[in-house]
Every structure is written in structure tokens, then in C-alpha cells.
């Protein structure tokens, strides 16, 4: 075993590469061409802005993502908490001197980016609670005081995010962290009885809302109330899906968009334009890509000998699924509009580097299958 540690640590650069998972790297490049045409799209047939910076971000965090790639499985081991504590002191900066828009306050201007430091904590909280879980023994994991420092390390990002305000960005990190625990051993009765005390204490819990996230909830419930005020973006998206047909209208030639009738179209509704377009078959072929992407991330896990790489890939898989899946339900008026990207298609610096990132940690583990960590 210490041989084989050695030997696949002093692997040469072309050893590497070799062993990089190409199937990965091409769904990767695939879905961000598609990305590319979308956002193109949606500034009207035209290189503008939109499509120039999703451009710049798409070629420099896929280099930074292939870079990441080189590093030894065992950097991201032993610098996972300090990872952490990095996020939560960038979510405690931001709480003070970020960039305030529309009332949220969750960015910092690094002038060559705009940075948003929960985007960035969905990766360190996986990252994080993995090594927690590493070396920690099955019988450990159901403790008192293994469950307690589980979800504080879950509910103190949790709540500086809930603070700027937004809701829906701590719901997806809350979820990547459970995970976690329950890969690493917490007994499910734990959480079906966190899951009826959530039920129970519901109505109290929506009674700290914000006025806006209380009406994403009954427009949620029945768009129709207000179709020309909170109750325009869902009912506009619906319209543009159920337009496309099977086939869709054609790449350029979406109406909803076109005439402006979908705004955000660019960032969390990007999956309705493409929709419309590109239609049920189009859409399909999209949900087969990521699904490829997760069902390879799983398989990295599933061939890594250090628990740490597991852990780490299966979370980044089940968080990309969750991102994916919260999306289309949001768009699809199955769910309250909560402000999720959809992984790379969805315009935002962000939200695409913690994703590639999280891409570059899982080709890491792929690259160091066979190493394990003490």
C-alpha cells in the first residue's frame, strides 16, 4: 500500500494527463458550448456583453479547472478547513463591505470579478464536512457531539447567507452538508425526525420571511394572482417551455425571448429560452449531458480507495443534481422562485467557478484513484 501511495504520488506529468477522465472533460466542454450558443442567444443573435463575459469566464475557469486538476488528491485533504474558514470569513466581509443590490447584500467587487462568497461555500462546506468524516469511525458518526459540530459547521455559513438575505442559496448548501452526514453514517431516523420537526415548525418558520420571499411562496401557490406582477416571470416561462413543442422553434427564433417578454432570461431562466429553441428533444439531450457528468462523478468516487474522495464526489454529485433539479422545478413553477443557477449554463462568475472548481477536485480524485490518505 505505502508503495503504491509513493509511486502514485511521484507520477509524472504525461502519467496525469493520461489518467484525466476524458468522458468528464468533454461533457464539461460540450455543456459549455451549449451555454456559450444560449447566451449568445439571449443577446439577440449578437456578441454584447453577456456573451463576451460568459465567454472570458468559460475559457479562464476551464484552464483553472484542468490546472486544479494536477494537484494531489491530498492538498484538498489538508486544506479543506482552512477552505472553510476562508468562505466564512469572506461571508462575514461581505456581511459588512459587499455590494448591495436590490436590497441583498452577497457580493464583493474584486474589479476583475464579481464575487459572491456563498456560491464559493457550497464547495468549502462539502469539502469541509468530507474531512470531517473521513477518519471518523461509523458507531462515531451517530454521537451527540459528532452530530452537534456536523451542523454547526452546516449552520454557520447557513445563517450568514439567510442574513444577506437569500433564502434560496442557503437551502442548496444546507442540502450539499446533510448529504455529507448521511454518507458518512448518520442513521436515517435522524433525519426523518429532523424532517417532521421542519413540517411542525413551518408556520413559525415562514413568519420570519421577508415580505418578497412570503409572495415568491404565494405566487408559487398561484401565479395567476398577480400575472402582470410577481406572477409574470413563472407564467412567461411556462408559456416559452410549452412553446417549443418537441422540437422547438428554432436557434435564434424564440418569441418569448425575443420580444422581451422573459426578463432574467440570462442567468436562472436560461433553461426556459434554450427550452424554446431547442424544445422537448433539445431538452432531453441537455438533461442526457448532465446526467452523464454525474453518473462519471460517481464513478470517480466509486473507484477512489481514500474515503475523503468519496465523500467529496459523491456530495458534488448529489449538490449538482440538486442545483439542476431546483432550477427546472423553479422554471417549471414547480417550486417558488429561488435564485439557483443552472450549473455552467446560467450567466455568473460565481456560481461557475465554485462549479469548475468542484469539477477540477473530482478529476483529482479521478488522477489519484489509487492513493489513500492517512
Not at 428533444?281 to 466509486?302: C, D, K, M, P
Not at 464526489?313 to 442545483?323: D, M
Given at each position: 500500500m505505502f508503495q503504491q501511495d509513493r509511486l502514485n504520488s511521484e507520477l509524472t506529468f504525461i502519467q496525469k494527463v493520461k489518467k484525466l477522465d476524458y468522458i468528464l472533460i468533454f461533457s464539461i466542454f460540450l455543456l459549455s458550448l451549449i451555454s456559450l450558443l444560449v447566451m449568445y442567444s439571449t443577446d439577440g443573435g449578437e456578441i454584447l456583453y453577456h456573451t463576451k463575459s460568459h465567454f472570458v469566464k468559460l475559457v479562464v475557469f476551464f484552464l483553472l479547472m484542468l490546472a486544479?486538476?494536477?494537484?494531489?488528491?491530498?492538498?484538498?485533504?489538508?486544506?479543506?478547513?482552512?477552505?472553510?474558514?476562508?468562505?466564512?470569513?469572506?461571508?462575514?466581509?461581505?456581511?459588512?463591505?459587499?455590494?448591495?443590490?436590490?436590497?441583498?447584500?452577497?457580493?464583493?467587487?474584486?474589479?476583475?470579478?464579481?464575487?459572491?462568497?456563498?456560491?464559493?461555500?457550497?464547495?468549502?462546506?462539502?469539502?469541509?464536512?468530507?474531512k470531517y468524516y473521513h477518519r471518523l469511525k461509523l458507531d462515531n458518526a451517530n454521537s451527540f457531539l459528532s452530530i452537534v459540530i456536523s451542523l454547526s459547521i452546516i449552520l454557520i455559513p447557513l445563517i450568514l447567507v439567510l442574513a444577506q438575505p437569500d433564502l434560496g442559496t442557503s437551502i442548496l448548501i444546507a442540502l450539499s452538508g446533510l448529504i455529507i452526514l448521511w454518507l458518512g453514517g448518520v442513521k436515517v431516523k435522524y433525519f426523518i425526525f429532523s424532517f417532521i420537526t421542519f413540517l411542525i415548525s413551518l408556520p413559525f418558520i415562514i413568519s420570519f420571511l421577508k415580505p418578497y420571499?412570503?409572495?415568491?411562496?404565494?405566487?408559487?401557490?398561484?401565479?395567476?394572482?398577480?400575472?402582470?406582477?410577481?406572477?409574470?416571470?413563472?407564467?412567461?416561462?411556462?408559456?416559452?417551455?410549452?412553446?417549443?413543442?418537441?422540437?422547438?422553434?428554432?436557434?435564434?427564433?424564440?418569441?418569448?425571448?425575443?420580444?422581451?417578454?422573459?426578463?432574467?432570461?440570462?442567468?436562472?431562466?436560461?433553461?426556459?429560452?434554450?427550452?424554446?429553441?431547442?424544445?422537448?428533444?433539445?431538452?432531453?439531450?441537455?438533461?442526457?449531458?448532465?446526467?452523464?457528468?454525474?453518473?462519471?462523478?460517481?464513478?470517480?468516487?466509486?473507484?477512489?480507495?481514500?474515503n475523503f474522495a468519496k465523500l467529496f464526489?459523491?456530495?458534488?454529485?448529489?449538490?449538482?443534481?440538486?442545483?439542476?433539479?431546483?432550477?427546472?422545478?423553479?422554471?417549471?413553477?414547480?417550486?417558488?422562485?429561488?435564485?439557483?443557477?443552472?450549473?455552467?449554463?446560467?450567466?455568473?462568475?460565481?456560481?461557475?467557478?465554485a462549479t469548475m472548481i468542484g469539477f477540477g477536485i473530482v478529476m483529482s480524485a479521478k488522477i489519484n484513484h489509487k492513493q489513500m490518505i492517512a
Open positions: 486544479i486538476s494536477f494537484f494531489n488528491i491530498k492538498i484538498w485533504h489538508f486544506s479543506s478547513y482552512y477552505i472553510y474558514i476562508a468562505g466564512l470569513i469572506l461571508l462575514i466581509w461581505v456581511s459588512f463591505y459587499g455590494v448591495k443590490v436590490s436590497g441583498s447584500q452577497r457580493w464583493i467587487d474584486l474589479y476583475f470579478i464579481v464575487l459572491q462568497p456563498s456560491e464559493l461555500m457550497k464547495i468549502g462546506i462539502i469539502l469541509c464536512l468530507a420571499q412570503k409572495l415568491r411562496i404565494l405566487t408559487f401557490l398561484d401565479p395567476d394572482r398577480d400575472p402582470l406582477g410577481a406572477g409574470y416571470q413563472i407564467i412567461q416561462s411556462k408559456i416559452a417551455i410549452g412553446s417549443g413543442g418537441l422540437q422547438g422553434k428554432g436557434f435564434l427564433k424564440g418569441t418569448q425571448s425575443y420580444l422581451d417578454f422573459l426578463p432574467e432570461k440570462h442567468t436562472d431562466f436560461i433553461f426556459t429560452l434554450f427550452s424554446e429553441e431547442f424544445g422537448f428533444i433539445g431538452s432531453i439531450v441537455l438533461l442526457i449531458i448532465y446526467t452523464i457528468i454525474i453518473i462519471r462523478i460517481i464513478r470517480i468516487g466509486a473507484i477512489s480507495r481514500s464526489c459523491f456530495g458534488f454529485a448529489f449538490a449538482i443534481f440538486i442545483y439542476i433539479v431546483v432550477n427546472l422545478a423553479m422554471v417549471l413553477g414547480l417550486l417558488p422562485i429561488v435564485g439557483s443557477p443552472l450549473p455552467i449554463m446560467s450567466y455568473g462568475g460565481s456560481s461557475m467557478l
